[in-house]
């Protein structure tokens, strides 16, 4: 190790490695640090890495960017380049192209790559992975005698609160905001030159067929009249139009013909000035059906399109009162006209709800089949209710046969329908009252075949398939360079503790980008499956890690690294799968409130000792820091003080040297700087908040100073003998870069000290 270096003129150092030559005073004495990675102690420290987050495309230009990289840190990870959304297409199409020149640059630059990230449910290849489980298509009719349409995909703007991506909304003069009303706004303040200025993906990965005809339908208005500009497609092809709407709400239909496979809706509107509304949108396909008269007594329950929830309409089965815990036995021959589920709710009376467990889900197909369901209630009530609104569209549901015992004991009066008597059924329209039920003498409908879904074991073994080509893919384009991995990002939830107070993991969260690979693989399956793959495919020595967030929660006593090693035993209690080390991505903040600092460090030190207790590997992954100040506000770079960016840079070594004095050697992987400068104000990622080591500009900050103080860093060499008194116009720094409370050197011992960015020595 380093522990000083020679001072260097600054006309012979690049500006990364300087501090802002526009404030002498206080960043001066940056120049005078060497790289970080010359402060690494290896003789101590033998394993350790200084990690950093990368933008791919700009460390590949070999500017900055690479030189800075390279200087500074002994590892690199791809922010975004190595994660599956980026490599792989809608329709299953894989390029590593960029991964393979990434990774053979910064090898032969002599970095280490870590690799991030194998299993996540977040920029994965959504329309893919849907499209490989999605229902097993069904024989079309090739006689029929109307054409109908068959709902494909659907977006309520007012509950999916959320686009693709979008174009800059600063850049452009717009914003995108949400309510539970009107859905979507789109602010447009200004007319910009161009209408695809501001664009938006409005909806991604809908499971289109390649050629196919859609009809679209989006409910839409304006605070003026104007124009929406369409495309149905990717980014290189696609089906375009324009949707003219007026300030009252429409249903506008635009119809696209040869369309991609899995595309992408995207709206243009960089030309218009005002306010446009969007409640939802739906595509529709037509098929060819053929009208049914079938005399046959049931139940025809008609529904309206949904406004706001699943159980917008609603059917019931009167039972009478029953106890929590009493068991059910359910069957009924279902059909609908459009296929659908139902979710059950245990209600006491009609509407009047008790709680989610009830049945389970119904599904209803265009064919009658028998549906049957066992279980135990767990909750006392008096009815089933049935949520005929979990499709969006209306539609009208059939049942016949209909039985439902509790405790052995039949519940349902006149189930075969063949008598008069109802009371056993009520139904409710959205916008409506609770109705009896009217039995039907004979139905007609326009029956088109359903598609059937794939058995929970196929959708397994296709998702094995496809996490095998994602995997063995990614590991050939690394051809064994790569020896450490997130093999698994993100799995848990932070909350719905089990029995064992262990945090469930992550799951549907109602987002149609996310793919959440364990709601189908369930939650150990696709964990092991992971790391078999990787370690199939990987390099011999390849180690894995699981990478999450929040680790370090000072609000439930760590809680969340708890769960996680607990989750990581039960991953390993099949005694094949093995788990290398634990990723802690520590995006944190640094704060003013002396008390509230105190406990998120004393939480951070716990999460050390708790990481070190299972004698896997340690790593700090994503470290970056906002801060805020003794209000609890988060601060803006804008608005930082010379007092913050110290406190900063003090909690940076802090860190450092915890992680290294708490983690043994051999456990120690290494602490990877996610954020290189701080965000801009556009930015995806804690926008406009001082999450950097170096300025927007690549100055050094002062948190610069503090990585390299945790690393070990003293700087010496002397710039010039104190002959009398100095009074410093800013700040005294020691020589670890660290603000001493003293404004005049009279006022201090003897000793060496950085005044105006020189290093100055008191006799």
């Known amino acids: 190790m380093a522990a000083a270096s020679t001072l260097l003129s600054a006309n012979a150092q690049q500006k990364w490695e300087i501090g802002d030559p526009n404030d002498e005073t206080n960043y001066g004495y940056l120049k005078n640090y060497q790289a970080l990675k010359e402060y690494i102690d290896y003789e101590k420290y033998p394993n350790f890495k200084l990690g950093i987050g990368t933008t791919v495309n700009n460390y590949l230009q070999r500017g900055l960017v690479y030189k800075l990289t390279n200087a500074n840190f002994t590892e690199t990870v791809a922010g975004n380049a190595m994660k599956q959304a980026s490599c792989v297409s809608s329709n299953g199409t894989m390029s590593f192209t960029q991964v393979t020149n ?80 009107n859905g979507l706004k789109v602010s447009c303040s200004k007319r910009n030159t161009n209408s695809w200025d501001v664009q938006f993906q409005a909806m991604t990965d809908i499971p289109t067929e390649q050629g196919a005809t859609y009809r679209m339908t989006i409910t839409v208005r304006g605070s003026v009249a ?48 005002g306010d446009i509304y969007i409640k939802s949108i739906s595509f529709d396909r037509p098929v060819l059906g053929q009208t049914i008269q079938e005399e046959r007594r049931c139940l ?52 009047s709800f008790v709680s989610n467990a009830a049945l389970g889900n119904v599904s209803f197909t265009t064919d009658w089949q028998t549906v049957h369901a066992s279980g135990t209630l767990s909750n006392a009530g008096a009815s089933i209710a049935f949520n005929l609104s979990e499709l969006a569209d209306s539609n009208t549901y059939y049942l016949d046969n209909i039985s439902l015992k509790i405790n052995g004991t039949e519940r349902v009066v006149n189930g075969d329908l063949e008598g008069t008597d109802v009371s056993s059924f009520r139904q409710k329209v959205v916008g409506g009252s609770v109705t009896d039920c009217t039995i039907a003498e004979s ?19 296709t998702l094995v398939y496809a996490m095998d080509r994602w995997i063995s893919g990614m590991m050939n384009a690394c051809n064994g360079k790569v020896k450490a ?60 890690f699981i990478n999450d967030y929040n680790l370090e929660s000072d609000w ?15 991953w390993e209690a099949d005694g094949v799968t093995r788990i290398d080390g634990i990723g802690s991505q520590m995006h944190i903040s640094c704060y003013m409130n002396a008390s509230t600092q105190a406990s998120k460090k004393s939480a951070i030190t716990n999460m050390l000792r708790l990481m070190a207790a299972t004698g896997k590997w340690v790593r ?56 290189p400068t701080d965000a801009p104000e556009n930015s995806g990622w804690r926008a406009g908040s001082p999450v950097g080591l170096w300025t927007l500009s690549y100055y050094r900050k002062h948190a610069y100073a503090g990585m390299a103080r945790g690393l070990g860093a003293v700087v010496s060499s002397l710039d010039e003998v104190a002959q009398e008194d100095v009074t410093a116009d800013s700040a005294i720094y020691d020589l670890h870069g660290r603000r001493v409370s003293a404004t005049s050197l009279s006022d201090l011992p003897a000793g060496l000290y950085i005044v105006g960015g020189k290093k100055v020595l008191k006799r």
């Open 300 to 351: 025809a329950v008609h529904t309206l399109a949904r406004q706001n929830n699943v159980w917008d309409n609603q059917f019931w089965i009167v039972t009478g009162d029953f106890s929590a815990g009493s068991t059910f036995e359910f069957s009924a021959d279902v059909r609908a006209d459009q296929a659908a589920q139902a979710s059950t709710q245990v209600h006491s009376s009609p509407s």
């Open 485 to 544: 991995w997130d093999v698994v990002n993100e799995a848990l939830s932070g909350g719905n503790a089990d029995s064992e107070g262990v945090y469930a993991l992550q799951h549907d969260n109602g987002s149609s980008s996310d793919f959440f690979w364990q709601d189908y693989m369930g939650d150990l399956e696709y964990v092991r499956q992971a790391v078999r793959l990787a370690r199939e495919y990987g390099p011999e020595d390849v180690k894995l």
């Open 102 to 181: 990434y990774v053979n640059t910064a090898t032969a630059a002599g970095l280490n790559v870590y690799g991030h990230t194998l299993a996540w449910h977040s920029q994965q290849a959504t329309g893919w992975l849907r499209s490989l489980i999605q229902d097993r298509p069904a024989e079309p009719l090739t006689q029929g005698d109307v054409t109908v349409y068959v709902n494909a995909a659907s977006k309520d703007f007012r509950t999916q609160q959320n686009v693709g991506w979008h174009s800059s909304e600063s850049d452009y003069g717009y914003t995108l905001t949400y309510d539970a009303t």
């Open 620 to 675: 700090i992954s994503e470290l970056d820091m906002g801060m805020v100040d003794a209000n609890g506000k988060d601060v803006s770079t804008a608005d930082m003080t010379e007092e913050m960016h110290q406190r900063m840079a003090d909690l940076y070594e802090w860190i450092v040297k915890q992680y290294l004095a708490i983690v043994p050697v051999d456990q120690q992987w290494g602490i990877c700087q996610w954020c």
């Open 556 to 570: 439930d006593n760590n809680g969340k690294l708890r769960s996680l090693i607990k989750w990581i035993e039960r």
């Open 226 to 273: 104007g124009t929406l500009h369409s495309k149905l497609g990717d980014w290189n092809s696609g089906s375009t139009a324009n949707i003219p709407f007026t300030t009252d709400w429409q249903d506008i239909e635009v119809t696209y013909s040869n369309s991609i496979a899995n595309a992408f809706l995207l709206l243009q509107c960089g030309d218009y000035a």
């Open 443 to 461: 139905i007609q409908y326009v029956y088109v075949p359903s598609s059937t879904p794939l058995t929970a074991q196929e959708v397994h073994d």
